[in-house]
């Protein structure tokens, strides 16, 4: 079955950096986009980065020259480099990618990393 299993995250003081990742199984990663979500508390989930089959990536606008995602198909594995964090950069940090299955595209998420950016 598919698994994304989230790691990385903690405790960052503002303008420090970190570096998530998430370990994917059960479905050919190479061929699917990933992505990584976000939501801070009393908040939407929203859209980091995304990274597609032939790593194009795209970033939520506040995270642009801040954030980079990678993939490493090898490992299985996609990555979220945080520079520059900032305290309103604190939220739960979740994988996620769609898989088809029967014939239909089945989204999955991790069980999220919380990273909380305070002095």
């Known amino acids: 079955q598919v698994q994304l299993v989230e790691s990385g995250g903690g405790l960052v003081q503002p303008g420090g950096s970190l570096r998530l990742s998430c370990a994917a199984s059960?479905?050919?990663?190479?061929?699917?986009?990933m992505r990584w979500y976000r939501q801070a508390p009393g908040k939407e989930r929203e859209l980091v980065a995304s990274?597609?089959?032939?790593?194009?990536?795209n970033y939520g606008d506040t995270m642009k020259g801040r954030f980079i995602i990678s993939r490493d198909n090898a490992e299985n594995t996609v990555y979220l480099q945080m520079n520059s964090l900032e305290p309103e950069d604190t939220a739960v940090y979740y994988c996620?990618?769609?898989?088809?299955?029967?014939?239909?595209?089945?989204?999955?998420w991790g069980q999220g990393t919380q990273v909380t950016v305070s002095s």
């Open positions: 996620n990618t769609e898989v088809w299955q029967s014939g239909t595209l089945t989204p999955y």
């Open positions: 059960g479905f050919r990663f190479s061929t699917y986009a």
């Open positions: 990274i597609s089959v032939a790593s194009v990536t």
